[in-house]
T-cell receptor
Framework: QKEVEQDPGPLSVPEGAIVSLNCTYS??????FMWYRQYSRKGPELLMY????GNKEDGRFTAQVDKSSKYISLFIRDSQPSDSATYLC???????????FGKGTHLIIQP | ETGVTQTPRHLVMGMTNKKSLKCEQH?????MYWYKQSAKKPLELMFV???????ENNSVPSRFSPECPNSSHLFLHLHTLQPEDSALYLC????????????FGSGTRLTVV
């Protein structure tokens, strides 16, 4: 079983829809959970982060972590064509460990 | 610019060539990373440097050789690569290795022929 599972998509939705992106993981030692966004021909950029379980909201974006189910989600409200990108979940145990990434989900918002 | 600059943006090399990838950051960060991004696969952590010392090496083949001469610069020296090494190589930096907010460069697209 891979440490982090993420459906690569593509996921295509109409503009204005609510988007739900998800990752599951197997390592219960992960404590920090992040979402990165990567546009074509660019490096990933940090979008959201959450420590342990709970919700975090930032504008149109909401990140959720359920450690009991080893499941994290990113919701995008009122999706825009500019949200079209690859969204990567990432996790970290703490200390000097590097980030462990999912494969990324390719999201397409249709105008 | 994201604050992390990688050169070159594209590189085509033969299997017997020697080349180097360069990464530069002026964010005052103390940790730098090399990641490999291949199609349909997660980003793979290759090397971690903290204050110019290598702290992690994830079983990367010896044909990849990192160098960190100072906290602002990171190199990845390549020699006798294989076609399966073709990928996007991403450099990232962070305040320290305990941080989660990495700043990535735009990557070097490497093609081995």
């Amino acid at each position: 079983q891979k440490e982090v599972e993420q459906d690569p998509g593509p996921l295509s939705v109409p503009e204005g829809a609510i988007v739900s992106l998800n990752c599951t993981y197997s390592n219960s030692a992960f404590q920090y959970f992040m979402w990165y966004r990567q546009y074509s021909r660019k490096g990933p950029e940090l979008l959201m982060y959450t420590y342990s379980s709970g919700n975090k909201e930032d504008g149109r974006f909401t990140a959720q972590v359920d450690k009991s189910s080893k499941y994290i989600s990113l919701f995008i409200r009122d999706s825009q064509p500019s949200d079209s990108a690859t969204y990567l979940c990432a996790m970290k145990r703490g200390g000097a460990d590097g980030l462990t990434f999912g494969k990324g989900t390719h999201l397409i918002i249709q105008p | 610019e994201t604050g992390v600059t990688q050169t070159p943006r594209h590189l085509v090399m033969g299997m017997t060539n020697k080349k180097s990838l360069k990464c530069e950051q002026h964010l005052g960060h103390n940790a730098m990373y090399w990641y490999k991004q291949s199609a349909k696969k997660p980003l793979e952590l290759m090397f971690v440097y903290s204050l110019e010392e290598r702290v992690e090496n994830n079983s990367v083949p010896s044909r990849f050789s990192p160098e960190c001469p100072n906290s602002s610069h990171l190199f990845l020296h390549l020699h006798t690569l294989q076609p399966e090494d073709s990928a996007l190589y991403l450099c990232a930096s962070s305040q320290g290795t305990g941080e989660y907010g990495y700043t990535f460069g735009s990557g070097t697209r490497l093609t081995v022929v």
